[in-house]
C-alpha cells in the first residue's frame, strides 16, 4: 500500500508539472519601421501581414511610458504554450494583390524591421530583402522561434527569419511559425544581459574620456583655486591700505575693481521674474537628473518598457517643492511682488516647452499614422499631472521658501542709485563671456553625449548609469569653475551685471551641445525624412534646452556663493 501510494503522488505530481507546463504565452507583435529611423514606427499590422487564427486573450494595458514612446502591442495569434514544442506550421495566408505588394516592397526598400515581444523580452526580425540588382523582393515567412527557459521562467529568446518568397502580384504567400524549447542556464534576474553591449559602452575610449574629464577637473579646481586665492589675498591687502589713500590715488593705483562695485553687486537682476523661473526649474531639473540616475543604478529599468520616462515624469512631479523653493525664495529676495505670476511661470517653464513640442510633433506623426502619435487620453493625463500634482506642490515650495529664506540678508548694502559701467575691452563684454562659458563644461561631457545619443537614436540600451553619475558631478563642478571666473573677471571690470552673466555662461553650454546633435545626425547615422528629423531636432532642443537651464542653475547657484563670500569677508565702510 505504501508503493502504491507513492506512485499514485509521483503521477499526480506529473500531473501538475504538465499542467503548468501548458501554460499559454503570448507572442505581442509591437511595431515596425525604418531601420535608420528609430523613431517613426508604425503599428506592426499596418503592413498587410495576417493574424493568426488564435482570437481570445486578456487584454493588454499600457502605462503612461509606454503610450508616450508609441508602444503598440497587439496579439499575434499564435498558439504558443510553455515547453510545448510546435513543428512549423503554417498560421495564417496573406492574399498578395498590387496593394500588398506594394506596401512590402516599400518597407523592403526603406530596410523595415518589426519588433515583438515574449515575456517582456525583445525580439527584431527583418521584414524582407531585395536582391542585388534591386528589381526582385522577398518577404521573410517563416519565424522560427528558440526559447530558452530556467525552471519555469523564460530567460531568452531567438528569432531566425526563413523562408524566402519572391513577391508577385495575385499570388498567395503561406505564413508559418515554428517554437522549440531548451534549457538555459541563465538567471532570470540576468536575463537582459545579452540585450547589453559592454564592448560598446565600457570601450577604451569611455573610460580614457571619464579620465581625460577627471583630470581636467583636478587641473581646473587646482588653477581657480590658485588664481583666486592669490589673487584675493593680494586683493585683500590692497583694499586694506585704501583708507591711507586719498580718493586720487585709489583712483589711480587701483587696478583690481571688484570692491568698487560693492553697492550694486547685489542689486536685483533685470526680468527677475524670468530669472528666478529659470533657476527654480534648473535646480529641479539637476533633482530630477540625480534621483533618476541613483534610481537607474539601483535598479535595472531598462528591463521594463517604458520604465525610464514613467520614473522621469514621477519623480518629475514629486521634486516640483524644489522649483518652488529655489524659484520663490530667489524672487523675494529679489523684491519680487508678483510672486504668483512666478510660481505658475516656474512650474510651467519646463512642461509647457516639452508639452509645446510633442504636440508640434505630435500633428506630424498622425499625418505618418506613427505609433508614435500620442493618444488624446495621455495628453489629459498628462495635463493632469501638470495641473493637479505639479501645480499645488510648486506652491507648496514657494511658500515654504518665500517664508524660510525669502529676506535679503545681503553682506553688503545697495545703493539707491546704480553706478554707471565703465567701458571695457571687448572680451571682457558679457556678451563675450557668455559665448566662452560653455566650452569647458561641453568638452567635459562630449564624449558621453556620443554613447547618450547612441543609446537614444539607435540600438543600443544604455546601462552604465555610474559613468552617468560621474560625468554630472564633473559638470557640476567644471560648471561652477568657469562660472566664478567669468563673474571674477567681470566684476574687476566694474561691471555687476553678473547674475544673468553667470547663468547664460554656464548655460551656453546648450548651444554647443546642439551644434553636436547635427554633427551626429549628418555624420554618425542614417536617418532620414520629414518625421524622423522633426522628431530629432525637436526634442534635441528640449533636451539642450533643458541641460542649459540645468548648468545655468548650478553656474548661478555656485557662483552666488562665491559673490557673497568675497564680499562679506572685505570691510566696507
Known amino acids: 500500500s505504501v508503493e ?16 503548468s507546463n501548458k501554460e499559454e504565452v503570448v507572442l505581442w507583435m509591437n511595431t515596425v519601421g525604418p531601420y535608420h529611423n528609430r523613431q517613426e514606427t508604425y503599428k506592426y499590422f499596418s503592413l498587410p501581414f495576417c493574424v493568426g487564427s488564435k482570437k481570445s486573450i486578456s487584454h493588454y494595458h499600457e502605462t503612461l511610458g509606454e503610450a508616450l514612446q508609441g508602444v503598440e502591442l497587439e496579439f499575434s495569434g499564435l498558439d504558443i ?10 498560421y495564417c495566408e496573406i492574399d498578395l494583390d498590387k496593394g500588398r505588394r506594394d506596401a512590402f516592397v516599400y518597407a523592403i526598400k526603406n530596410h523595415y524591421w518589426y519588433q515583438m515581444y515574449i515575456d517582456d523580452l525583445p525580439i527584431w526580425g527583418i521584414v524582407g530583402e531585395a536582391d542585388e540588382n534591386g528589381e526582385d523582393y522577398y518577404l521573410w515567412t517563416y519565424k522560427k522561434l528558440e526559447i530558452g527557459y530556467n525552471g519555469n521562467r523564460i530567460v531568452d529568446v531567438n528569432l531566425t527569419s526563413e523562408g524566402k518568397v519572391k513577391l508577385v502580384p495575385n499570388t498567395k504567400i503561406q505564413m508559418s511559425y515554428s517554437v ?32 581625460n574629464s577627471f583630470m581636467m577637473v583636478i587641473f581646473l579646481v587646482g588653477l581657480v583655486s590658485m588664481i583666486l586665492m592669490r589673487t584675493l589675498r593680494k586683493d585683500y591687502a590692497r583694499y586694506s591700505k585704501e583708507e591711507e589713500m586719498d580718493d586720487m590715488d585709489r583712483d589711480l593705483g587701483d587696478e583690481y575693481g571688484w570692491k568698487q562695485v560693492h553697492g550694486d553687486v547685489f542689486r536685483p537682476s533685470s526680468h527677475p521674474l524670468i530669472f528666478s523661473s529659470l533657476i527654480g526649474s534648473g535646480c529641479q531639473i539637476f533633482a530630477v537628473s540625480l534621483i533618476v540616475i541613483v534610481v537607474a543604478m539601483i535598479e535595472d529599468l531598462y528591463t521594463e518598457r517604458g520604465s525610464m520616462l514613467s520614473t522621469a515624469i514621477f519623480v518629475y512631479a514629486a521634486t516640483s517643492p524644489v522649483n518652488g523653493y529655489f524659484g520663490g525664495s530667489l524672487y523675494a529676495r529679489q523684491g519680487g511682488r508678483r510672486w504668483i505670476k512666478q510660481m505658475f511661470i516656474g512650474a510651467f517653464l519646463i512642461p509647457a516647452m516639452v508639452c509645446g513640442t510633442a504636440f508640434f510633433i505630435n500633428f506630424i506623426a498622425i499625418y505618418y499614422h506613427a505609433s508614435r502619435a500620442i493618444p488624446f487620453g495621455t495628453m489629459v493625463a498628462v495635463c493632469c499631472i501638470c495641473f493637479f500634482v505639479i501645480l499645488p506642490l510648486n506652491l507648496v515650495g514657494t511658500i515654504l521658501g518665500r517664508n524660510l529664506s525669502g529676506q535679503p540678508n545681503f553682506p553688503c548694502r545697495v545703493n539707491a542709485v546704480p553706478r554707471p559701467i565703465p567701458e571695457k575691452k571687448w572680451f571682457m563684454e558679457p556678451a563675450v563671456i557668455v559665448c566662452l562659458g560653455g566650452i569647458l563644461p561641453f568638452g567635459s561631457i562630449f564624449i558621453e553625449m556620443y554613447f547618450i545619443f547612441t543609446s537614444f537614436w539607435a540600438y543600443k540600451i544604455y546601462y552604465v548609469y555610474g559613468f552617468m553619475m560621474l560625468v554630472l558631478v564633473i559638470l557640476c563642478i567644471v560648471t561652477v569653475c568657469v562660472t566664478i571666473v567669468c563673474t571674477y573677471f567681470l566684476l574687476n571690470a566694474e561691471d555687476y551685471r553678473w547674475q544673468w552673466t553667470s547663468f547664460l555662461s554656464a548655460a551656453s553650454t546648450a548651444i554647443y551641445v546642439y551644434m ?9 547615422t542614417k536617418m532620414y525624412g520629414l518625421f524622423q528629423t522633426s522628431f530629432y531636432f525637436g526634442y534635441m532642443a528640449v533636451f539642450s534646452t533643458a541641460l542649459g537651464i540645468m548648468c545655468g542653475a548650478i553656474g548661478y547657484m555656485g557662483t552666488s556663493a562665491f559673490v557673497r563670500k568675497i564680499y562679506t569677508n572685505v570691510k566696507i565702510d
Open 180 to 211: 522549440k524549447w531548451k534549457k538555459s542556464d541563465v538567471k532570470f534576474e540576468d536575463r537582459f544581459d545579452k540585450y547589453l553591449d559592454p564592448s560598446f559602452f565600457q570601450h577604451r575610449i569611455h573610460w580614457f574620456s571619464i579620465f
Open 4 to 19: 502504491l501510494r507513492v506512485g499514485e503522488g509521483v503521477v499526480l505530481a506529473e500531473a501538475l508539472c504538465s499542467a
Open 81 to 90: 504554450k510553455f515547453k510545448d514544442d510546435v513543428m512549423q506550421t503554417t
Open 516 to 524: 553636436y546633435s547635427f554633427y551626429y545626425y549628418f555624420f554618425k
